[in-house]
């Protein structure tokens, strides 16, 4: 490739990073939470955590919506925590809220979940998670089993397939990783290190500002496209040489970003280590579904290389080849920019 299509590459990747990274950036679990607790019969303790608009002070307005015989005794008290809103208030439903019906209204027009648990009078505790395209959830009749332990399993599943920084830091090592033994080496080093800080962060044993914890991740990946670069030109580094050992330093830093997601939640303490076990297990499935289907595209284009027509120039095929590093560099520059320039402005 001459120097103008290298440069017109660099542009094209440069105008695409900046239109999709904003979006892509958002991608940390910011759900509400909705947690009701029966303590006499049809008398709920309420507690509704509503996550900020972005980075501003504005709530979102969403709001629970309760069946028609439940009314709110007194005034709901409403504070702040961080980067969310917490309401506390007493609701009274004399027929009890098993087997009813919750929603959340102008829950369709935001892309974020509402973690939904219910406490019984009984003891008995039901988790359910409210989406856009399923504001609302038909409650357990009270002969019911205990219900939703596996709802924290598919929120880390959603968590690390909507995390693109991680995913794209996944994407750099398998770049630099060809020795298949090495490949699950490291990637095993990855998932220890960030299964450690996510246990600590969760139990309170860690506790680093979000928003550094999003440039140091923006730099890692940056990092790493330095590293793509080096091996492109048949060098060598300590990264190449033993990427596990990087996947395990690095992976200690992500796994804070992992726990922001639970820690988002306010799970009481007793149902901690249930949510914590089922979250990282949801999280290494879905990071181990990517390298999957990462493998299964690498192989289906060394296939078609092998069909690649003669008459066809041998620069396309490289930049082809080359095209998922022109991602990682281009993204982790962006995100690197962005995150430290509002790391800064909330500094000053």
Known sequence: MNAIGRLILAVALAI??????PRL????????????REGTPGTYALSWKLPSIGRSDRRMPIAPVFPA???????????????????TATLECPNGLAGQILAVDGLSAFATDVLVRVQHHSGRVETHVLKPLQPSVTLQPTASTEHGAGVYFRLGVEHILTGFDHLLFVLG??????????????????TLAHSITLAAATVGQVAIS?????????????FLALEIVRRWRGGTSFTIRHPWAVAFAFGLLHGLGFASGLLE????????PL?????????????????????????????????WPAQWPAQW????????????????????????????????
């Open 275 to 307: 949510a914590l076990l089922l979250f990282n297990l949801g999280v290494e499935a879905g990071q181990l579904g990517f390298v999957a289907v990462i493998l299964a595209l690498e192989s289906a284009f060394h296939r078609l290389c092998r069909q």
């Open 69 to 87: 015989s439940c009314r709110l005794l007194g005034e709901a008290r409403s504070s702040r925590a961080d980067t969310a809103w917490i309401d």
């Open 317 to 348: 095929l490289v930049l082809l080849q080359r095209l998922p590093g022109y991602w990682v560099g281009s993204l982790g520059a962006f995100w690197a920019i962005q995150r430290i320039a509002m790391l800064f402005k909330g500094v000053v």
């Open 265 to 272: 939640l306010g799970i009481p303490k007793d149902e901690i």
């Open 25 to 36: 950036a958002a991608h940390e679990l910011q759900p509400a939470f909705l947690d009701l």
């Open 210 to 222: 979000p928003a550094l914890i999003e440039a140091l991740i923006a730099l890692s990946i940056l």
């Open 173 to 190: 090592l398998l770049l630099i990783v060809r020795d298949r033994w090495m490949l699950i080496k490291t990637v095993s080093a990855f």
């Open 16 to 21: 695409t990073a900046a239109l999709l990274a």
